[in-house]
């Protein structure tokens, strides 16, 4: 398959996928000669518009190692392939311009203050200062009531 060049319109580092604009494709069944009657008609600056194609990418379709990503506005190169699944064109053996690695773009933090397996920010870990389990009130099986 034939190389092609196209920009990134945008990728979710977090997801995992994105969109590259590229030239258009003949997925449709229309022959050039139309195209061309089409653009004849139109002003030069529309039909260049229109001429470009979103082509899906996901990160798997990078190539190179380690954290694979685009940045929007970054110049690639890929090869198109039809996605039998959804009858859509996918980009597929992404690299930069010359077979280069792409530039990427930089890992994006979590949104909120960390959850489970992430390092506590504030200081002092484990049990105390008030919170559940702490005290001389808390526990199971102390108090007033219970049965019997």
Do not use: W
């Not at 060049?5 to 997801?15: A, C, I």
């Amino acid at each position: 398959m034939t190389r092609v060049s196209g920009t990134v319109k945008f990728f979710n580092t977090q997801k995992g996928y994105g969109f590259i604009l590229g030239p258009a494709g003949k997925e449709d069944g229309q022959d050039e000669s139309q195209d061309k009657k089409e653009g004849a008609e139109e002003g030069a600056e529309e039909s260049k518009e229109e001429a470009q194609q979103e082509y899906f990418v996901h990160f798997s379709a990078i190539s190179g190692d380690g954290f694979k990503s685009l940045a929007s506005g970054e110049s690639v190169e890929f090869e198109a392939e039809l996605n039998p699944t959804t009858g859509k064109m996918c980009a597929v053996r992404v690299t930069g311009p010359g077979g280069a690695p792409v530039q990427g773009a930089p890992p994006q933090m979590m949104k909120g203050d960390g959850g489970k397996g992430m390092p506590f920010q504030g200081g002092c870990g484990g049990k105390g200062f008030g919170g559940k389990g702490g005290g001389k009130k808390g526990g199971k099986g102390k108090g007033k009531g219970g049965k019997g």
